[in-house]
């Protein structure tokens, strides 16, 4: 069963840091996009930005309001994807979920979500 | 940036009904749209990719259709478990989402 669990969210203050994991089990890791979306309380979803596998160069792409504040790595040897989230701003509030694509770069497996709180 | 417009915003139905959401795209994305469920403290469910093509496991009394800059999701006849938010996704250029649309009971 393909399985992905994000985890390290929490309370933190406006221009802090925090580093989600993503934790996959299921399937072979190495072969597959992951991507993180988010949404905040009551809203809609947004992309975050994604990291392609290892074949592709691991490279990144990322939405606009996250560009170079937020990255992306990834660990295929223990099958978990990784997004740092620096100078953290108070919208950037919401629960954060990763996600694996099913179909070429459309996402069809995802995890139960981890709350971020920006707040002073 | 792709803007994505999603109506009705909220629709109120009974169960059997058919029910029809619609998608509309600020440019075209040829048939670069899924569609998504999303139930409250849930992570959303891919229903549909590639404008029509259903996900494996998903009921077939839903249904998508449209190319370009218009689309719709159909709901044949509605069952309890169908009342949620659905959002379409547009991947033609990175993703971007409608602002949903929440299937409530009549």
């Known amino acids: 069963e393909v399985q992905l669990v994000e985890s390290g969210g929490g309370l933190v203050q406006p221009g802090r840091s925090l580093r989600l994991s993503c934790v996959t089990s299921?399937?072979?890791?190495?072969?597959?996009?992951v991507s993180w979306f988010r949404q905040a309380p009551g809203k809609g979803l947004e992309w975050v930005g994604f990291?392609?596998?290892?074949?592709?160069?691991?490279?990144?792409q990322y939405a606009a309001s996250v560009q170079g504040r937020f990255s992306m790595s990834r660990d295929d040897s223990k099958s978990i994807a990784y997004l740092q989230m620096n100078s953290l701003k108070t919208e950037d509030t919401g629960v954060y979920y990763c996600?694996?694509?099913?179909?070429?770069?459309?996402?069809?497996?995802w995890g139960q979500g981890t709350l971020v709180t920006v707040s002073s | 940036d792709i803007q994505m417009t999603q109506s009705p915003s909220t629709l109120s139905a009974s169960v059997g009904d058919r029910v029809t959401i619609t998608c509309r795209a600020s440019?075209?994305?040829?048939?670069?749209l899924a569609w998504y469920q999303q139930k409250p403290g849930k992570a959303p469910k891919l229903l549909i990719y590639?404008?029509?093509s259903l996900d494996s496991g998903v009921p077939s009394r839903f249904s998508g259709s449209g190319s370009g800059t218009e689309f719709t999701l159909t709901i044949s006849s509605l069952q309890p478990d169908d009342f949620a938010t659905y959002y379409c996704?547009?991947?033609?250029?990175?993703?971007?989402f409608g602002q949903g649309t929440k299937l409530e009971i009549k």
């Open positions: 996600s694996r694509d099913v179909y070429a770069y459309v996402w069809g497996s």
């Open positions: 299921g399937f072979s890791f190495e072969s597959y996009a």
């Open positions: 990291i392609r596998s290892k074949t592709y160069g691991e490279t990144t």
């Open positions: 440019q075209t994305i040829n048939s670069w």
């Open positions: 590639k404008a029509s």
């Open positions: 996704q547009q991947y033609n250029t990175y993703y971007t």
